[in-house]
Each structure stands twice: as structure tokens, then as C-alpha cells.
């Protein structure tokens, strides 16, 4: 449904995006992460007919978004990461305003059918000025809605809404994405995995991974981590954990708690939890560690500079393993 | 087209729903109503002396108009462009001419509005004057006057499409209407090839001495409707290089 071949936008000398290549499926949805600047608003701009590619090409639906942008922008649906409305128009007519600049039959009705998408009916007939940052993002997301786009494409569309709308939205997303196709951007780690089929990790304008989320957990993930926390002595008994075989290392968090890294091929867990029980320590916590976006995310981006560099990659990388135990202190249990 | 006619009606209802107009409004209500007024009073103590023609209401107007368009056109596409709601207005399947020309329109239909509640003060003095005013004179100034207020507000409009400042925008414009509204002055001083093409680009030339005392006529017509048609045609320009930035 969208393809995209070698796109690349300069701003000026800046370069804002470097040669991305990667296509969505209908029925997909497709995460874009990335910090900011890294240029995914700049990618979505391009895909909307916003602003047009410096080299490089890109289809919706088979459409050219720089030579039949008023095709694609008839099939895509974009909400933009600021969520710009007329904060002097009711919502109604709002989208009423935004139906018939896409020329929606029946538009009224239309408008009902988004607004109640989005739980909004109540405040149709509100000002947008007054509406909570959270209400716009979901005026903002019934005008994509609209016109029910064959392609989403989203802004980081959670960023300001309570949890309980976040839980909507998702369910909402995962709604339209079985039969559609959803681009959306997002920081959010557990967003990408409840809702994406596929991730594009992308920074400095280029693409440094793209798999599905579980899938470049665990390439990353490499040795598995646990943390554990008993009543007792922590100090001794990861001594003790420390002797099993497979066990690489351990870390002490504090009088009751450590941490334990094991060889990724080898599960030792019930190793570890016999020898606690055994040891007659009372086990109150044994919880492994995922590595969170921001270690996958810093990673891939600590491994593409270094290829860049053409360190000493061996070397690099001996530092890359050590590097989640010595850094086990800052990281807050999830 | 349709889009054209979608945009203007929701800026023309903008329109009173900003305060913007009606300061507009009642301000040149309130100073045509004034001179309208004083011109009718002297006539009616001292009994004598020539009745006022429609030029009393007319003229003024035209004058009010130059300095209240600016402030009508300013937001028109500055706005869109400061709060990012261009973004969703172009990434929707309109064509970058269709906004500028719906927000010309909607402008366009707004002053139109204003001019049809002034026609109080002709339908009055047509009242009180004997015989009666000159209704050549009232239609060819009025018809002078949209067509004066059609490059105005597409010059705003233009103008409007430069900035993200609607402060910026206004005496932006204002400096464009005041130039053009003056630009024969020089072309006294000049020789004859320059004077004339200042004195043809000079908007006052092509009002005051034409619609004003009853004359239509086509040069004038098609020198206020090109005016217009370049207006629109580099506002849209400046919205489609807007992108490529």
C-alpha cells in the first residue's frame, strides 16, 4: 500500500531524512520510532503531499505523492503531531468544515459516525479553544478518520491523553488496522507492542532497524537478565548465584535485592530459584528484565556510529554487553 | 470550484464570529454616518446651496476601505500558516489556489455584506434631495467600488500569504494599497512614458475620475480585475513554494 523507495529531504544543508527505503501492507500497522528530529514528521509530511521529497519516490495505493498528491491525500487520513485545529469552531462543524472539503456524501452523518468513534458526541457542539489537550487529539483523530482512509498515518497519536483514552485509542488503532494501513509514529515501547505489526527504528534521517517488535526485542536482548529480591542477606546469596553454571554475572541493588545475568543460550532460572528456596531465603520477587526501547534504541544507535567510525567494533561491542549491568542501578522496575 | 465555495463560506461566517468585523463594521458606519450627516444639516439650516450627490457616501467609503481591508484580509492565510492548520488544509485534496481563492471569496463576500448595509445612506438622501440623486452615479460607484475592493482584498489576501504575523500582514498590505493609491504623484514629476505607466497603475486614476461621475468604463474594469487576477495568481504561488521550503 505505501512504498518507499530511497527518500531523502534536505532543509537547506540539513539533511532530514537519508535514503529511506520500506513499504506497508494493507492490513499493517507499522511503527516509526525514533528521537526527536530524527525525521519521522518529515517522512509523514512527504507521504500526506505536504511538502514534496528533495530525491527519491513514493507511492500510496499506487499514487505518486509528488505527481498525484490530490489522489493519495484523497485515500490518506493524517493526523499531525501538533494537532493544529480552528480553536474558534465547534467540533461539529469542524469536521462538517473538513467532510466537505472531501466532498463525504451525507456528511452529517458521517460526522456522527467519527465523533462517536472517537466518544466525543457530547462535545459536538463545544468550542475547540476549550477542549482538554486530550479532546483535540480525538477531534484530530475523527478528521482523519473522516473519510475512512484506506491509509492512516499518525503523529505520535497518544502523546497527551489519559491512560484510559490511550487504552481506547490503541483499541481503536488495532480496530482500523485489520483491514487498513497504519503508519504512526511513537516513543512509546509498549505501544509498539500491542499495536505494530512491524517497526522502522529510524535516526539521523536513516533507518537502523526494522522487524516486528518481539523479534528485535529478542535480537537485542542477547543474555537474559533477572532481578530478584529476597528476605535475607542479598549480598550472600548472589555470591552463591554467581557459582551457578551459565550465571555470567551478578549485580547487588541493595541489602534485599540483586540481579543476574545468564548466558543467553541457557535457561537457568529454576537453577537460580531452587538454590534460593534452598538456601532458605524467602523469595519475594524473580522478575526478568526486558530491555526497554530507550537501551534497544541507544544500542542500535551506539552501533551505527560506530560502524561509521570503523572502530574497533570487537571492542565496542565487549563494552555494548557490559553496559546494561553497570547501568542496572539507574533503571526503574517497570 | 466546489472547495473554493466550501473555504469562503466558513471564513465569511468567521467573520462574525470575530470581533474583527464588526469593530470594521461600525466603524465605517459610524464615520460615513457622520460626514452623511454634517454634509445634510449645513444644507438643511442654511436652506441653501447645491444638494449633497451620493459622492458624500461614496467617497468616504472608499477611503475607509483602503485602510479597513488590511485589517479584514490579515488573518486570512497568516493565521492558517502561525497555528499549523494549513498543514491539514493542504494535506486534504484541495488545490493551493482553491484555499487562496476561497479565502479572496469569503473576504470578497464579507465587504460585499458591509457595502449592502451602507446603501441605507443612498436610499435616505434619495429621500430628501430633490429630484432625487443621480442613480447612474450610484450604481457606477458602486459597482467601482467592489471592483476596487476586489483587487484590495486580493492583494491582502497575497500579502496575507507572506507572513505568519498578522500584524506583519496588515501594514504590509497597507503599505501596498496606500503606494498604489498614490503612485500618480510622482508621475508628475516624470517623463511622459514613466508617468503613464504610473499613472495606469495607480488605483485612484482608474476610480475617482471614471466611477465616480458615472462612467463604466472597460479599460478600468479589466485594470481592477487584473490586479486581482495577479494578486490570487502569486498568492498561490507563494502557498505552493510554502512547501518546498
Given at each position: ?334 | ?102 479565502k479572496w471569496l469569503g473576504a470578497m463576500l464579507f465587504i460585499l455584506t458591509l457595502l449592502a448595509v451602507t446603501w441605507f445612506y443612498p436610499i435616505v438622501l434619495h429621500q430628501i434631495v430633490r429630484p432625487g440623486i443621480d442613480q447612474g452615479v450610484l450604481v457606477s460607484g458602486y459597482l467601482g467600488i467592489v471592483l476596487f475592493s476586489s483587487a484590495t482584498v486580493a492583494i491582502g489576501v497575497m500579502t496575507s500569504s507572506f507572513f505568519s504575523n498578522q500584524i506583519a500582514a496588515f501594514f504590509a498590505t497597507l503599505g501596498i494599497l496606500l503606494a498604489l493609491w498614490m503612485i500618480s504623484y510622482p508621475a508628475q514629476m516624470m517623463g511622459n512614458t514613466g508617468g503613464e505607466v504610473l499613472r ?46
Open positions: 500500500m505505501i512504498r518507499v523507495f530511497g527518500l531523502t529531504k534536505d532543509y537547506g544543508s540539513r539533511r532530514a531524512i537519508d535514503d529511506l527505503t520500506f513499504d506497508a501492507e494493507k492490513g499493517e500497522i507499522l511503527g516509526f520510532l525514533g528521537p526527536n528530529g530524527a525525521g519521522k514528521t518529515t517522512t509523514m509530511r512527504i507521504l500526506t503531499g505536504y511538502m514534496p521529497p528533495s530525491t527519491g519516490k513514493a507511492t500510496i495505493g499506487g499514487f505518486d505523492v509528488v505527481d498525484q498528491s490530490l489522489e493519495v491525500r484523497r485515500i490518506v487520513g493524517y493526523l499531525p503531531e501538533t494537532v493544529p485545529l480552528y480553536n474558534d469552531m465547534s467540533v461539529f462543524d469542524y469536521l462538517k468544515y473538513m467532510a466537505d472539503l472531501r466532498r463525504i456524501k451525507n456528511a452529517k452523518a458521517r460526522v456522527g459516525e467519527a465523533l462517536e468513534m472517537v466518544e466525543l458526541t457530547d462535545r459536538a457542539n463545544g468550542y475547540i479553544g476549550k477542549l482538554s489537550k486530550g479532546m483535540r487529539q480525538r477531534v484530530g483523530l475523527a478528521q482523519a478518520l473522516l473519510h475512512q482512509p484506506e491509509v492512516l498515518i499518525l503523529d505520535e497519536p497518544t502523546i497527551g491523553l489519559d491512560p484510559k483514552q490511550v487504552a481506547h485509542f490503541r483499541e481503536l488503532i488495532r480496530s482500523i488496522g485489520q483491514d487498513r494501513t497504519v503508519l504512526l509514529s511513537t516513543h512509546i515501547l509498549s505501544e509498539v507492542q500491542q499495536l505494530c505489526d512491524r517497526v522502522l527504528i529510524i535516526n539521523k534521517g536513516k533507518i537502523v532497524a526494522e522487524d516486528s517488535p518481539e523479534q528485535l526485542q529478542a535480537r537485542l536482548r542477547g543474555a537474559q537478565r533477572v532481578a530478584v529480591r529476597v528476605r535475607g542477606d542479598a549480598a550472600e546469596l548472589s555470591g552463591k548465584v554467581a557459582q551457578i553454571e551459565g550465571v555470567i554475572q551478578t549485580t547487588l541493588l541493595g541489602d534485599d535485592r540483586f540481579e543476574f545475568e545468564t548466558e543467553p543460550a541457557l535457561d537457568v532460572r529454576p537453577d537460580v530459584a531452587r538454590l534460593i528456596v534452598q538456601s532458605g531465603y524467602d523469595l519475594l520477587e524473580f522478575r526478568p528484565i526486558a530491555m526497554s526501547l530507550e537501551e534497544i534504541f541507544l544500542q542500535l544507535t551506539r552501533e551505527e556510529e560506530s560502524a561509521q567510525d570503523e572502530a574497533d567494533t570487537a571492542t565496542f561491542l565487549e563494552v555494548e554487553e557490559m553496559a546494561p549491568s553497570t547501568g542496572a542501578e539507574a533503571e526503574k522496575p517497570s | 470550484m466546489r472547495n473554493v465555495w466550501v473555504i469562503a463560506e466558513r471564513e465569511y461566517k468567521h467573520y462574525f464570529i470575530s470581533p474583527v468585523a464588526y469593530a470594521v463594521a461600525f466603524m465605517i458606519l459610524l464615520i460615513i454616518g457622520i460626514i452623511f450627516y454634517a454634509s445634510i444639516a449645513s444644507l438643511m439650516v442654511s436652506g441653501q446651496g447645491q444638494a449633497p450627490g451620493i459622492d458624500v457616501v461614496l467617497a468616504p467609503l472608499t477611503t475607509l476601505l483602503l485602510f479597513t481591508t488590511p485589517g479584514i484580509t490579515m488573518r486570512t492565510l497568516s493565521e492558517e500558516q502561525r497555528s499549523g492548520t494549513l498543514e491539514l488544509l493542504l494535506t486534504a485534496p484541495v488545490r493551493d489556489w482553491e484555499v487562496v481563492v476561497g495606469y497603475l495607480d488605483m485612484a486614476e482608474h476610480f475617482y475620475s471614471t466611477f465616480m461621475r458615472g462612467i463604466i468604463d472597460l479599460k478600468d474594469i479589466v485594470y481592477f480585475v487584473s490586479v486581482t487576477a495577479v494578486a490570487l495568481f502569486l498568492g498561490s504561488v507563494t502557498v505552493e513554494t510554502r512547501r518546498w521550503r
